[in-house]
């Protein structure tokens, strides 16, 4: 079975630093796309950025370049987010997902998102 | 950041049809394919839809995709109360280079 596990809740003070994760299982973890995503308290989906693990090739929205860190150690089959520094406005639930597809056709690019990991609730509060 | 727009809500009694449209732009769907993602509330997202209209295995044929220039439309039939549900759709931007969401349709079940 394919499976993205992720790392745990985490509650943390505006300033420090995390790292959370995303280990995948039951599949080649470094020949596909790894997605993460946000969804701030009673918000929609919002995409972060993307990692290929065969060779950390990374890419970043626009939105989040420069706030968050994507990375990922292939040994480990596990994907990270970090943060060095949180900002209360940095609480929400977090999704890894696989990138699966990945190729253009007669259609367009066509990559979509499954299976996902359960999510990670982070919350920056003083 | 760019996003798909969706209607926030849609409604139906058990059995009916529900339609759920996602508007974008020719550098999105127009451009590329469109993803449709479940999200029953407490539960991570799940894929519905892919390729503007494949079901993955798993997935009730009472649900159906489409596309047509730069808009596409989530088709559910014989609506049940386990529909209930958030539904997004999604496609990559070739100007962002990036992946971007629907606002997002919560479906009620009356």
């Known amino acids: 079975e394919v499976q993205l596990v992720q790392s745990g809740a985490e509650v943390k003070k505006p300033g420090e630093s995390l790292k959370i994760s995303c280990k995948g299982s039951?599949?080649?973890?470094?020949?596909?796309?790894i997605g993460w995503v946000r969804q701030m308290p009673g918000k929609g989906l919002e995409w972060m950025g993307t990692?290929?693990?065969?060779?950390?090739?990374?890419r970043y929205s626009p939105s989040f370049q420069g706030q968050v860190t994507i990375s990922a150690d292939k040994s480990a089959s596990t994907a990270y987010l970090l943060w060095s520094s949180l900002k209360a406005s940095d609480t929400a639930i977090y999704y890894c997902a696989r990138r699966v597809g990945s190729y253009y056709d007669s259609d367009g690019y066509s990559s979509w998102l499954d299976p996902w990991g359960q999510g990670t609730l982070v919350t920056v509060s003083s | 950041q760019s996003v798909l727009t969706q209607p926030p809500s849609a409604s139906g009694t058990p059995g009916q049809w529900v339609t759920i449209s996602c508007s974008g732009s020719s550098s999105n769907i127009g451009s590329n394919t469109v993803d449709w993602y479940q999200q029953v509330p407490g539960t991570a997202p799940k894929l519905l839809i892919y390729?503007?209209?494949q079901r993955p295995s798993g997935v009730p044929d009472r649900f159906s995709g489409s596309k047509s220039g730069t808009s596409a439309s989530l088709a559910i039939s014989g609506l049940q109360s386990e529909d209930e549900a958030d539904y997004y759709c999604?496609?990559?931007?070739?100007?962002?280079?990036?992946?971007?969401f629907g606002t997002g349709t919560k479906v009620t079940v009356l």
């Open positions: 999604a496609a990559w931007d070739d100007s962002l280079n990036g992946y971007i």
């Open positions: 039951g599949y080649s973890f470094t020949s596909y796309w």
């Open positions: 990692i290929y693990p065969g060779d950390s090739d990374t």
């Open positions: 390729e503007n209209h």
